[in-house]
């Protein structure tokens, strides 16, 4: 009869260990996650135009592809809840898009961004080659078969 009794008691543990592991889930945006490294404020460093760095003095052949989005210098802020916004220089002023969003599938591996900016749809699928608190490196080809590499660093404090 000792036995029987201690036989439920284990069994009566092991059920409350395992309703209370399940009764809390993990958090979404956790630290090693990716989708909480990405969120913050991002500006483009290095632009890559089907392997040639466009800079500043190289600017008109980002004009030609109409990709001003890609342009050195442009912010992108990413939020937590998938919205994103990006801010352009254009003649002098600020700009920023009027709608956007991101993000991952693939098991991390490919960035989903879409946003409107200037007039110009940008909708595409990024792959993601570096993701830390400081760098976000993606490549991706657009509607018109150039090769895109942005390099962004963050401008967030931490």
């Given at each position: 009869?000792?036995?029987?009794?201690?036989?439920?008691?284990?069994?009566?543990?092991?059920?409350?260990?395992?309703?209370?592991?399940?009764?809390?889930?993990?958090?979404?945006?956790?630290?090693?996650?990716?989708?909480?490294?990405?969120?913050?404020?991002?500006?483009?460093?290095?632009?890559?135009?089907?392997?040639?760095?466009?800079?500043?003095?190289?600017?008109?052949?980002?004009?030609?592809t109409?990709?001003?989005?890609?342009?050195?210098?442009?912010?992108?802020?990413?939020?937590?809840?998938?919205?994103?916004?990006?801010?352009?220089?254009?003649?002098?002023?600020?700009?920023?898009?009027?709608?956007g969003?991101?993000?991952?599938?693939?098991?991390?591996?490919?960035?989903?961004?879409?946003?409107?900016?200037?007039?110009?749809?940008?909708?595409?699928?990024?792959?993601?080659?570096?993701?830390?608190?400081?760098?976000?490196?993606?490549?991706?080809?657009?509607?018109?078969?150039?090769?895109?590499?942005?390099?962004?660093?963050s401008?967030?404090?931490?």
């Amino acid at each position: 009869m000792r036995f029987t009794q201690y036989l439920i008691v284990a069994m009566l543990g092991l059920a409350a260990v395992t309703c209370t592991s399940c009764r809390y889930p993990q958090p979404v945006f956790s630290l090693h996650n990716p989708e909480y490294r990405i969120i913050g404020s991002w500006q483009i460093g290095h632009t890559y135009l089907n392997g040639t760095e466009i800079d500043s003095t190289h600017s008109s052949a980002i004009e030609a592809t109409g990709s001003l989005a890609n342009n050195i210098g442009t912010f992108y802020y990413i939020y937590a809840d998938y919205v994103m916004q990006v801010m352009v220089y254009y003649n002098g002023d600020v700009r920023y898009s009027t709608t956007g969003n991101w993000y991952f599938q693939n098991n991390y591996k490919d960035l989903v961004i879409s946003f409107h900016i200037l007039g110009k749809k940008y909708q595409y699928v990024a792959a993601v080659q570096k993701l830390s608190r400081k760098e976000l490196i993606y490549e991706y080809d657009d509607e018109d078969g150039n090769h895109w590499r942005i390099e962004m660093f963050s401008r967030s404090s931490y």
